[in-house]
Nanobody, 123 residues
Framework: QVQLLESGGGLVQPGGSLTLSCAAS????????MGWYRQVSGKQRELVAR???????NYADSVKGRFTIHRDYDKNTVSLQMNSLKPEDTAVYYC?????????????????WGQGTQVTVSS
């Protein structure tokens, strides 16, 4: 019912920048939260940044001051501007969206993950 399309990963040198983008589409009625998580092989997926209703924005301590999340409420998109990238930022980054979708007259909640995009920080 809700699809997420991510883009923007890749290989970058330490100190470089990348921007990740995610667009949500489908039978969306409302969105409560949009954000980004990341996962390194063999480790748990962890929060990078997310914007909840309010709005309330949360960042992982490790990315504060370097990453900026931006949510476009009209377009149902979320982006993550990543600056001063470090090798430890290397991971698969996943877009996350939760909210409500509508089919006919029925409204149901949903939470969806993107397919993941690889970010590699290496010289």
């Amino acid at each position: 019912q809700v699809q997420l399309l991510e883009s923007g990963g890749g290989l970058v040198q330490p100190g470089g920048s990348l921007t990740l983008s995610c667009a949500a589409s489908g039978n969306i009625f409302s969105i409560n939260a949009m954000g980004w998580y990341r996962q390194v092989s063999g480790k748990q997926r962890e929060l990078v940044a997310r914007v909840d209703s309010g709005p309330v924005t949360n960042y992982a301590d490790s990315v504060k001051g370097r990453f900026t999340i931006h949510r476009d409420y009209d377009k149902n998109t979320v982006s993550l501007q990543m600056n001063s990238l470090k090798p430890e930022d290397t991971a698969v980054y996943y877009c996350y969206v939760e909210g409500d979708y509508r089919i006919n007259y029925k409204i149901s909640d949903f939470s969806s993950w993107g397919q993941g995009t690889q970010v590699t920080v290496s010289s």
